[in-house]
């Protein structure tokens, strides 16, 4: 049988709001419960954002009249093509139009969600037209907007505003002269209920008398024709007949209330995903209140071959409900719009194993063509999404394992080559410290992870004495195994209790499997050498040369982001400033 179910979805708190989310399955580590759930239908939750329209100053292109202004929304794919998303009603004679029409789209934390909005004076001509058989070609333009989704959501009122500009006969220069776009953008949530749940099971029964049990709990909804929706899971325990579960939370708008039936079933874990139902009941969460107040257990049954219900085998197992809370549960956009901001670092890996920086076979070779290297597309994969959240855009940056010029070798020297600060401005500004240091620095090592962290560390506990509301996050890009493992544990056991999360970024051929032990998904938490156990999970690592699905592995990492930050502000009862 299998041992192990990753922790992170039972803690994981979804970008949507909700405590015991998963996030998009294509764009996560898989394992088998995910492929288990996967094949029940579950396929995640996202936050759903629904953009509201109004503009201001629009030119008049008519003497007599104001223009009939309409608006087009585009999204912008990372090759620059446009996908139209939406085209609002017609307004008549406003210069100041407020549009009816709004639109829902998804937002997804770990790509840059790039919207295109255009403005035109839709002729009188054409007002008994469809909407969506317009010609735009032949409607006057009178103004574009850009701007990126999470630009509109991180405003503390959650809108923006926006200079339309059209471009000149020539096509060189750009006039602002073209009035303003205001962009309101809403998450889509009707309640932020949450219910936390602990449950314990006793006296399981498995009809493999000689095996493990691996228990952990399935919680699903039922909908109509009776289908069942997967909404959250435990974790697993390991070996155990009489299993006490961490923390489950429910959002009262998943379920539909507080009355709708859920399905709570009690499997036995195993590696190939073939889970073996140990039992289930079907409760509301009004009856699962009434079990915890009344301090009763409710027997688990198995359902009947046949599934009629009066067959049931009722079980000596029984399910108990030894917390139940409700309380309000704020989203991620909560606390980026109530001014968290999210801080970027980078730690790059100058050790000797990388190559000659001159020779192409390296690492670390700059291509004169301007085709990037690893190093360089990890930054720009991670910085891209990370700057949009960060006010400043000042990155603290630094080098491992290198000897500077007439110098001791190093494991945390600033790239900038300032002995004083180690902060460069913007994504720009991390590629030329970068490219500069290659040019400055020898090569050398051995791979120390361990003074990197404690200088983030520090940085993340200096701004939590300040009262800083930022949330960092430490990029390491490397080509080898680490050689200090257990300071690395030590250094990371100890930041796991500050806003800190660490992506760590295999490069190159190395096999790194000795690294996924510094990944909490991967196996039990961290302990430290004097026997201090994680806080929770702060560090993902991924080979870069690894392909989910045809998605940036940099993406998928970055998506378990939002449940790491909220994991954080929600154990420190830390609230949005909304």
């Given at each position: 049988m299998g041992n192990r179910l990753s922790e992170v979805a039972a803690g994981r708190a979804a970008i949507g709001g909700t405590a015991a989310d998963f996030l998009n399955l294509a764009a996560a580590p898989i394992d088998a419960v995910e492929n288990f759930l996967r094949s029940r239908g579950h396929h995640g939750l996202f936050s759903q954002i629904e953009l509201s329209f109004s503009a201001s100053g629009l030119r008049d292109r008519d003497v007599l009249f104001k223009s009939n202004p309409m608006m087009v929304l585009y999204a912008?794919?990372?090759?620059?093509?446009?996908?139209?998303?939406?085209?609002?009603?017609?307004?008549?004679?406003?210069?100041?139009?407020r549009w009816i029409t709004k639109h829902t789209l998804i937002y997804h934390f770990e790509v840059v969600q790039v919207l295109v909005f255009r403005v035109y004076d839709v002729d009188t001509q054409f007002h008994n037209v469809d909407i969506k058989m317009l010609d735009l070609d032949e409607q006057q333009f009178l103004g574009e907007a850009t701007c990126a989704l999470s630009q509109i959501i991180t405003q503390p009122d959650k809108s923006l505003t926006i200079d339309l500009y059209t471009e000149d006969s020539v096509g060189s220069t750009l006039s602002k002269n073209c009035g303003k776009l205001m962009v309101h953008g809403e998450e889509c949530i009707s309640s932020k209920t949450a219910i936390e749940m602990v449950f314990r099971c006793s006296d399981l029964e498995y009809k493999y008398l000689f095996s493990r049990t691996d228990p952990f709990l399935l919680i699903s909804k039922?909908?109509?024709a009776g289908a069942q929706i997967p909404i959250c899971k435990t974790e697993v325990i390991r070996n155990d007949l009489n299993p006490i579960w961490k923390s489950v939370f429910v959002n009262i708008q998943q379920v539909?209330?507080?009355?709708?039936?859920l399905i709570i079933e009690c499997y036995n874990f195993n590696s190939n995903g073939k889970h073996d139902l140990m039992g289930k009941v079907q409760r509301s969460l009004v009856e699962l209140e009434n079990i915890h107040n009344n301090g009763q257990g409710e027997n688990l049954f198995l359902p009947s071959a046949d599934g009629q219900n009066h067959d049931n085998k009722v079980l000596k197992s029984q399910l108990f409900v030894e917390k139940f809370t409700e309380s309000v549960q704020y989203t991620f956009l909560d606390y980026l719009a109530g001014g968290f901001e999210l801080n970027f670092m980078v730690a790059v890996d100058f050790t000797a194993s990388n190559g000659n920086p001159r020779l192409p076979d390296s690492l670390h070779y700059?291509?004169?063509?301007?085709?990037p290297n690893a190093y360089q597309r990890a930054i720009v994969e991670v910085g891209e999404v990370l700057q949009l959240y960060d006010s400043?855009?000042?990155?603290?940056?630094?080098?491992?394992?290198?000897?500077?010029?007439?110098?001791?070798?190093?494991?945390?020297?600033?790239?900038?080559?300032?002995?004083?600060?180690?902060?460069?401005?913007?994504?720009?500004?991390?590629?030329?410290?970068?490219?500069?240091?290659?040019?400055?620095?020898?090569?050398?090592?051995?791979?120390?992870f361990g003074p990197v962290i404690s200088t983030a560390a520090l940085i993340a506990s200096q701004s939590v004495a300040n009262g800083g509301r930022k949330y960092f996050v430490l990029l390491i890009i490397t080509d080898g195994v680490v050689t200090d493992l257990q300071e690395t544990k030590d250094a990371i056991v100890k930041a796991s209790d500050l806003p800190l999360s660490i992506l760590i970024v295999g490069v190159g051929g190395a096999d790194f499997k000795e690294m996924e032990v510094l990944d909490a998904d991967k196996g039990e938490r961290l302990e430290s050498s004097y026997g201090r156990v994680a806080s929770r999970d702060i560090v993902q690592f991924i080979p870069f040369r690894e392909v989910q699905s045809g998605l940036s592995v940099v993406q998928a990492f970055?998506?378990?982001?939002?449940?790491?930050?909220?994991?954080?502000?929600?154990s420190r009862n830390i609230q949005p400033n909304l």
């Open positions: 912008r794919g990372k090759n620059g093509a446009l996908e139209e998303l939406c085209r609002t009603e017609v307004v008549l004679n406003s210069s100041s139009p039922v909908v109509e539909g209330s507080k009355d709708s039936p700059i291509d004169p063509s301007g085709r400043d855009k000042r990155f603290p940056t630094w080098g491992f394992g290198a000897r500077p010029i007439d110098g001791p070798v190093c494991h945390c020297f600033n790239l900038n080559g300032s002995s004083h600060y180690c902060e460069v401005e913007g994504i720009q500004g991390i590629l030329m410290a970068y490219t500069s240091a290659l040019l400055n620095v020898s090569l050398a090592g051995p791979t120390l970055l998506a378990e982001l939002p449940a790491q930050f909220l994991t954080y502000v929600r």
